[in-house]
Structures are given as C-alpha cells and as structure tokens.
C-alpha cells in the first residue's frame, strides 16, 4: 500500500513538473515572439521600407540557420551536450541584452533588436527536436529569466 501511494505522489509531481514547463515554454514563446512582432509592426507604421528592413531583419537568422543546417556537416558529436548552466547562462543574457537594445537602442535605420529576438527564437526552435528535452528547457529558463531581470531592474517593455 506503501509503494502504491509513494508511486502516486510521484506520478503526481512529474505531472506538476510537466504543466509548469509547458507554461513557461509558453510564456517564453509569448516574450520574444511578441517582442519580435511588436518591432516589426511598429517599423511598418513607420514606413513600408522601414517595416521591410525589419522584417528582414527578423529573417536573416532563420535563413543562416537554414542554410548551415542544410550544407554543413556537423560529424559525429552529440548534439545537445553543451552543458545546461552555460546553455541557461547565455539565454538569460542573450534576452536581457535583447530587451535592453530595445529600450537603449532602438533605431529603425539598423533593426538589431529584430535580429537579436529572431536569432533567439531560432536557436531555441531549430533545436528543439535535436537535443535533449532538458537541453531545450535550459534555453526557455534562461528566455524568461532574462526577461524577468530586464523587468527588475528597468521595467516591462510595453
């Protein structure tokens, strides 16, 4: 009877564990798919090459990452295996300087911001089904972390 309760409360937290991930996948996704768009639309209501600039600019990345996947080999190694405190690090820090180009920085003439938002949507969605789940959640972690400090000590980037 023992084991059968310990079983439950174990199928009970890996469920817990499963919806929380899903909802900060979904946060992550809202938080820099939305970002990207808001630069985009708001390039467009500046003038139609301005929101073409940006748009592209939102391109680029998913277009070199096309382009490499398709043309370059990558070997043997595992793909995946960079460690996950660096892999975590270097989102939190890819989306706080995101955020902080966008208040700092924003200058329609050079979209940085877009390239930076769209590299990040890019490297977390092309390697989603080529890593390692915990791999994957690493980078989410880091999204909202990153965005979560960037509203700590600036404020929410509306």
Known sequence: MQ??????????????????NFVLIAFAAAITIGSLSYLIIQSF???IGMGLRSLLAALLPVIITASLS????TGNARQGEF???????????????????LKFFENPLIPLSEILFSSIIVS???????VRFKAFLSRIYG???GFLVYVIFFELPI
């Open 83 to 101: 460690p996950l405190v660096s892999t975590y690090i270097i989102f939190t820090f890819l989306t706080a300087i995101a955020f902080l180009m």
């Open 70 to 73: 398709s043309f370059v080999k």
């Open 45 to 47: 209501s500046l003038g």
């Open 3 to 20: 084991k059968r309760h310990s079983e439950d409360n174990k199928k009970i937290s890996k469920l817990s564990r499963s919806i929380f």
């Open 143 to 145: 999204i909202v972390s």
């Open 124 to 130: 977390v969605w092309l390697v989603y089904e080529r």
